[in-house]
């Protein structure tokens, strides 16, 4: 079965770090692009960034750039996100999602999610 | 940034009717890439339509999307409770991708 997980999610204060993770199963996580998108409490779903199958290439939303990082190891078959300077608006459920194996921004998969609550 | 627009915000109906779901965008979405997701409360979202109107395996052929352009349409018909839902359109023909705000289809 193919399965997302997401971890690493919860409470943390403005300025702060977290880092989420995503462990892949059930197919070949090697060959996928990977996104991360996210979605505030009661609202719609906001891209925040993708990966290429072996790391090489990434994007960022504009309200993230400069503070979130995505990457991968693809020898644990998990993705990441290092989130810094955190701040109030970030707080959501963040999702992994896979993509295709070639470009193409379809979001095939998801995982359940995992909150980040940004708040003092 | 492409933003894309969804209409009506909310829509109810009965089981048995048909619903109509519009998708606009700003600019013209190159190769027609357009996706619909539908997510029940609590629930991650679901692909069910992909390139404006290729259906994802598994999906009922009771979803249908169509458009190109700048005007698309995810169409329900035969509703059924379990339609309840939000569904989004989302572009990736071009960089950053992007979701519309959403559609509730409620169910009388």
């Known amino acids: 079965e193919v399965q997302l997980v997401e971890s690493g999610g919860g409470l943390i204060q403005p300025g702060g770090s977290l880092r989420l993770s995503c462990a892949a199963s059930?197919?070949?996580?090697?060959?996928?692009?990977m996104h991360w998108v996210r979605q505030a409490p009661g609202q719609g779903l906001v891209w925040v960034s993708y990966?290429?199958?072996?790391?090489?290439?990434?994007s960022y939303a504009d309200s993230v750039k400069g503070r979130f990082t995505i990457s991968r190891d693809n020898t644990k078959n998990t993705l990441y996100l290092q989130m810094k300077t955190l701040r109030v608006e970030d707080t959501a459920v963040y999702y992994c999602?896979?993509?295709?194996?070639?470009?193409?921004?379809?979001?095939?998969?998801w995982g359940q999610g995992t909150l980040v609550a940004v708040s003092s | 940034e492409i933003v894309l627009t969804q209409s009506p915000g909310t829509l109810s109906l009965s089981p048995g009717e048909r619903a109509t779901l519009s998708c606009w965008a700003s600019?013209?979405?190159?190769?027609?890439?357009l996706a619909w997701y539908q997510q029940t409360p609590g629930q991650a979202p679901r692909l069910l339509i992909y390139?404006?109107?290729s259906r994802t395996t598994g999906i009922t052929d009771r979803f249908s999307g169509s458009g190109s352009g700048t005007d698309f349409t995810l169409t329900i018909s035969r509703l059924e409770p379990e339609d309840s839902a939000v569904y989004y359109c989302?572009?990736?023909?071009?960089?950053?991708?992007?979701f519309g705000g959403g559609t509730k289809v409620e169910i009388k």
């Open positions: 999602a896979r993509g295709s194996e070639a470009w193409s921004g379809e979001l095939w998969v």
């Open positions: 059930g197919f070949t996580f090697s060959g996928y692009w």
């Open positions: 990966i290429n199958s072996d790391g090489s290439d990434t």
């Open positions: 600019q013209s979405i190159s190769n027609n890439f």
């Open positions: 390139a404006a109107s």
């Open positions: 989302q572009q990736y023909g071009s960089s950053p991708l992007t």
